[in-house]
């Protein structure tokens, strides 16, 4: 069970699927950065069944923020990556600490989290790294996919009437503990149904029906794609399937008015 204390952690949760190549490079840039956030940090790693040598990168880094690395076995999928690693966070988190999610691939600069940690101040509960926010942007994309992900943007926008997110699909965000255990507890093992990267959108709906839309915030985010090593993981066709699939299915908890309670 977790306890009270009197210090803010923010805990870092990095999917990681077959990511050795940028592993070291990625942990350096967060321990450069800790110092800007304000309050301690830790990484929690979830290697999904790497094959080239995840772990052992993470295990052989040096440095000053700890590391809790959990491996499976096989590969399960980022939907099972994020299970796990949110539910050792909510094991091991406090009221008042943060969660931030981000890619391993070296696309989110861990030297934003500085700037959610700002914008989570005073009533907010969800901070957004947003593309589509003002000043925000995506470089290395191709001109198809910044179509597909502004045409998802603008579906998700269109069937839930929430007018304080733009960017759902995006992975980098900060959530408060608090607010993500009770839709851990309301949701266990069934937090993450969507299968492939369309978990994303699914994982900021369920948190949305614990919070108010009002308490939701966003700042500009530029996604570095042109800084991935390796060919991209998220097969396309299967994620715009899967998020019009989870648009469907959030009629269980979405109602006219936006959101509500589970």
């Known amino acids: 069970m977790a306890g009270t204390r009197d210090a803010v952690v923010i805990h870092i949760l990095l999917p990681a699927y077959n990511e050795s190549e940028t592993m070291e490079d990625l942990l350096q840039e967060i321990d450069l950065a800790a110092p800007t956030f304000g309050d301690s940090c830790r990484v929690v790693l979830v290697d999904d069944g790497s094959t080239d040598g995840t772990s052992d990168r993470a295990r052989c ?3 000053p923020t700890p590391i809790s690395l959990i491996q499976h076995e096989r590969n399960r999928g980022l939907a099972a990556a994020l299970q796990t690693g949110i539910a050792e966070i909510v094991r091991s988190g406090s009221p008042g600490d943060l969660v931030v ?10 030297r934003l989290i500085s700037e959610l940690c700002q914008a989570m101040r005073g009533d907010v ?104 090593r390796g ?14 699939r989870l648009l469907w299915a959030a009629r269980k908890y979405v109602n006219s008015n936006g959101l509500n309670g589970c």
Do not use: N
């Open 125 to 228: 509960d969800v901070v957004i790294a947003s593309r589509y926010a003002e000043g925000g942007q995506e470089l290395g994309v191709s001109a198809f996919r910044k179509l597909l992900s502004h045409g998802a943007a603008l579906v998700y926008r269109l069937a839930l009437g929430v007018d304080t997110v733009r960017d759902f699909s995006c992975g980098y965000r900060m959530i408060r503990w608090d607010v993500l255990k009770r839709t851990y507890e309301t949701w266990g093992d069934r937090l993450l149904e969507a299968t492939g990267f369309s978990c994303t959108g699914e994982l900021l709906l369920k948190v949305l029906a614990h919070t108010d839309p009002a308490r939701l915030t966003e700042v500009p985010f530029v996604l570095h794609y042109e800084r991935k």
């Open 61 to 63: 880094h040096i440095g």
């Open 101 to 110: 999610f981000m890619d391993a691939d070296l696309t989110h600069s861990p």
């Open 231 to 244: 060919q991209s993981k998220m097969p396309v066709w299967r994620t715009v399937l899967g998020t019009l």
